[in-house]
Nanobody, 125 residues
Framework: QVQLVESGGGLVQAGGSLRLSCAASGRTALIYTVAWFHQTPGKEREAVATIGMIAPISAYIDSVKGRFTMSRDPAKNTVYLQMNDLKPEDTGIYYC??????????????????WGQGTQVTVVS
């Protein structure tokens, strides 16, 4: 089992920044990649960014490229999502998730094994 705890969400004005954290505990050796997902009411969770825990290769969806940066600290079993130039459409709950293997699209939420409880991000204009 892997436990994930997100933090760092909050209320921010458009154009502002937030830094989300996702701390992992338990059987962290099971973690191959970590991703951040974004969810708004009535919609399915959408992948935003991902990073490998062995090789720090990251990927992003087009709408956040140049604004969001994902990083990781393996010594702390923690990943981060630096969110800059936030927009009202970035509002929602952000979840981190981990999976034990590659192969499936990193954007497929069904390929993830463990999820955190989420952290709320609210961007006001």
């Amino acid at each position: 089992q892997v436990q994930l705890v997100e933090s760092g969400g909050g209320l921010v004005q458009a154009g502002g920044s937030l830094r989300l954290s996702c701390a992992a505990s338990g059987r962290t050796a099971l973690i191959y990649t970590v991703a951040w997902f974004h969810q708004t009411p009535g919609k399915e969770r959408e992948a935003v960014a991902t990073i490998g825990m062995i090789a720090p290769i990251s990927a992003y969806i087009d709408s956040v490229k140049g604004r969001f940066t994902m990083s990781r600290d393996p010594a702390k079993n923690t990943v981060y999502l630096q969110m800059n130039d936030l927009k009202p459409e970035d509002t929602g709950i952000y979840y981190c998730a981990t999976r034990r293997r590659s192969g499936d699209s990193w954007r497929d939420l069904n390929s993830y094994d463990y999820w955190g409880q989420g952290t709320q991000v609210t961007v006001v204009s």
